[in-house]
């Protein structure tokens, strides 16, 4: 498979995305204009290719040792992007489903450098967008990064200006130090790097997320260019939220931690609207601080509430060096709980104890009734690292780069709670199959977007094939018959499976897994298998590799 740059499109190439230029292209993934790939008489595909700021408008060649690396292993997951902006047709190996019509769009930390310096954690990295636009059993891809206030600071000053995952902006001296503390708690020194999520909303705009709440970025879904910022019109205030909200073309319901009364408001937001408002509250039963967050369930009419006993910590966000545990401390004592309210009322029908446990996302959660209807308990299941936080320390950039062939990832699970709705006091966690039909790794997770909330069948997600450093196969879990079917190549590193399913299919099964993957020479492509029997059906290399990322979504063709 060869990629050719027309030597014509270069020559009439434009460049557009300077900053403050008034001449921003929209054909991005239109198959139009100057963006259009094309055969030539050696039947090679033509890429057009986007103009960046620093005029860069072909592939650059492959680095020995690429910025944002250590050196040493050319891997491209953990290797920063090559260029801001890119976008071209790519060939494909197979036949994409002609009923596969819209965008699918990844976000993820893909700049890990910013000149010289290199930063520490995954989590860090300035947030790059990927777009895989399928029409036609045609695909046109793309990528380019947020424009978020801290990425463009970080560019014009050539150095960390926001407080990041696990980097702090270097005081020159005491009293910068103490400036920077008081704008700690203003949150004006936060990050608005929107490098986790990205979500359709009801309304059809499309939202970049992170951790903090003013890190809500709205993005063009064609060119993915970054529009500004997505404001809350609400007084709710608060500095974080969960960056994983449940999003249906109705609601967005979200958790906003409260780290001054130990707690957490759950709230809805109608779609077309940007007001928060609140269903209800609940109280940490343990700890002076809530939980982390990072997602929470629901199923149809209730929100579960995780207080997981991975606490946030006031001692460790001040400091200026990152702790093993960043911002966060393991507090076994504080005991781990389960929450449920019910979405209509706030009422909370349950609060039980659960087993310790660690988990950055959750799969779904359901009603289990019993044979007369009635609803006696809630399912919930999730990722879950064996109550063990090693798994942050994993993530840092110099451990994911110097893999050496050792088996150093953490075990974990398909944890499955159920919490009683008659009284207990007391919930249980358990394995929902055999971690080792997914090889004692899971993380990164999908469903079936119509079964939220509903009992279910599958979950999508990546798994581990041992020796390993990082979830390195796709694996379809079936939670009914307890196995998995794993996708696996030697040294690559899958993104996110994220399920699309046929329009009218009345399987849960019946659709597609789209993923990228990154290889470690350098290169990489993107992934589609079939859901149900998950062979692959198509595969298109990208000109060169790009960076692992975290999370997606899909935006239908209208």
Known sequence: MAFIVSPTIMRNSTVCDMPGNSCRDKSIFRNKGIYKGRRNRHDHLTIANATSPSGVITPPPPQENPPGTAGGQHHAAWTSVPQERWEGELQIQGHVPLWLKGTYIRNGPGMWNIGDYNFRHLFDGYATLVGLHFENGRLTAGHRQIESQAYQEAKKNQKICYREFSEVPKAENFLAYIVELASLFSGSSLTDNANTGVVKLG??????????????????????????????????????????????????????????????????????????????????????????????????????????????????????????????????????????????????????????????????????????????????????????????????????????????????????????????????????????????????????????????????????????????TLTKIDLELKRAKNWYEEGVVPSEPLFVPRPGATEEDDGVVISIISEKNGEGYALVLDGSTFEEVARAKFPYGLPYGLHGCWVPKQ
């Not at 007084?235 to 449940?246: A, F, K, R, V, Y």
């Not at 209730?302 to 946030?312: F, G, Q, W």
């Open 203 to 472: 309304d059809g705009r499309v939202v970049c997320l992170t951790e903090t709440q003013k890190g809500s970025i709205v993005i063009d879904p064609e060119t993915l260019e970054t529009i500004g910022k997505f404001e809350y019109s609400d007084s709710l205030g608060g500095l974080i939220h969960s960056p994983h909200p449940i999003v249906t073309d109705k609601e967005f319901l979200t958790l906003i931690p409260n780290l001054v009364k130990s707690g957490y408001l759950v709230v809805r937001m109608e779609a077309g609207s940007n007001e928060r408002n609140v269903i209800g509250r609940v109280d940490c039963r343990g700890g002076s601080l809530p939980g982390w967050v990072h997602s929470f369930p629901v199923t149809q009419h209730y929100a579960i509430v995780p207080e997981m006993p991975l606490r946030y910590c006031a001692q460790n966000l001040l400091r200026a060096e990152p702790t093993p545990l960043y911002i966060f401390q393991w507090d076994p004592e504080s005991k781990a709980f389960m929450h449920v309210m019910c979405k209509n009322s706030g009422k909370i029908v349950a609060s039980v104890e659960v087993p310790l446990f660690v988990t950055f996302h959750f799969i779904n959660a359901y009603e289990e009734e019993d044979e007369d209807g009635r609803v006696t308990a809630i399912i919930v299941d999730c990722c879950e690292q064996n109550s063990n936080t090693d798994i942050l320390d994993k993530l840092r950039l110099q451990n994911l780069r110097s893999f050496d062939g050792k088996d150093v990832l953490p075990d974990s699970r398909v944890g499955r709670f159920r919490i009683p709705l008659d009284g207990s006091p007391y919930g249980t966690l358990e394995a929902a199959l055999d971690p080792n039909e997914h090889g004692r790794g899971i993380d990164m997770c999908s469903i079936n977007p119509n079964y939220l909330g509903m009992k279910y069948k599958y979950t999508y997600a990546c798994g581990a094939q041992r020796p390993c450093n990082f979830p390195n």
